[in-house]
């Protein structure tokens, strides 16, 4: 090819190409086969363009589809430990809310103690810090039922220390003085009864409470897990 260039360039510089036919036809062979290797090449070249870019394109798809993924299986975790979470405490609740329950019938059935204690001088045991108890179940468990509670513990309190009044009354006086500790005894059953009955007020406003939190309790917290294709759109 190089060649026949050169030919070409001395053919015309010294005007023989004008009397040589031979150089027309070289001249038109050279001219189709520059036309037919531009069209291959540029063909070529063309598609081999086409071909690359659709190889990055479908890199960078591949690219995107895993940063999609591992998203969402980041997303799926996270909310299968938050799920795990809510129902272990759900089930926390559950049992510290019976707990609760149990407490505040343990200061209904400890009034019979401290009668027996304090009136009538017998030694069985007084059940110790139950409204304290209460108290803290509520307080680190069921914050909603604080004011209920406090309610309940405050009845509690005015009840034993009516006991404890009516005790001191009645033991402050002789054993053989029957009319005397007959009084007190009334005495004590006449600011009792209104006391006991506040107290049994706020007792059943609790257990209503009390199983309305039960209620909710039971249902648990309810999640949609998502999924890749609905995380197509999350940034990487």
């Known amino acids: 090819m190089n060649t026949l260039h050169s030919q070409l360039v001395a053919d015309i510089l010294s005007q023989a190409i004008f009397s040589n036919y031979k150089t027309y036809a070289l001249l038109g062979a050279f001219s189709l086969l520059n036309l037919l290797a531009s069209s291959f090449f540029g063909g070529y070249w ?33 909310i299968n430990q938050a799920d795990w979470a809510a129902r272990e405490w759900n089930a926390l609740q559950r049992t510290k809310l019976e707990e609760y ?18 009136i009538y001088q017998s030694d ?11 108290s ?11 004011q209920a509670t406090s309610a309940l513990a405050h009845s509690y309190i ?26 007190q005894m009334q005495k004590f059953q ?4 209104p006391l006991y009955a506040e107290f049994h007020k ?13 209620q909710l309790l039971s249902v ?10 609905t995380l197509a759109g999350v940034p990487t």
Not at 136 to 146: E, K, Q, V
Not at 190 to 193: A, E, M, N, Q, Y
Not at 202 to 214: K, V
């Open 46 to 78: 063309k598609k081999r363009g086409e071909t690359l870019a659709t190889k990055a394109d479908f890199k960078t798809l591949e690219t995107q589809l895993t940063a999609t993924t591992r998203v969402a299986e980041e997303v799926r975790s996270a």
């Open 101 to 118: 329950l149990l407490t505040t019938h343990e200061l209904d059935t400890s009034f019979d103690g401290m009668r027996n204690r304090w």
């Open 124 to 134: 069985e045991d007084e059940a110790q810090g139950l409204d304290k108890r209460l």
């Open 136 to 146: 803290m179940l509520a307080a680190l468990y069921f914050p909603m039922l604080s």
């Open 158 to 183: 005015q009840c034993r220390m009516s006991i404890l009044a009516a005790g001191k009354a009645v033991n402050g006086l002789h054993k053989e003085n029957f009319v005397g500790r007959d009084a």
């Open 190 to 193: 006449d600011t009792w009864k």
């Open 202 to 214: 706020q007792l059943s406003e609790i257990e209503q409470l009390a199983a309305q939190q039960m």
């Open 220 to 229: 648990g917290p309810v999640r949609k897990i998502p999924t890749s294709s």
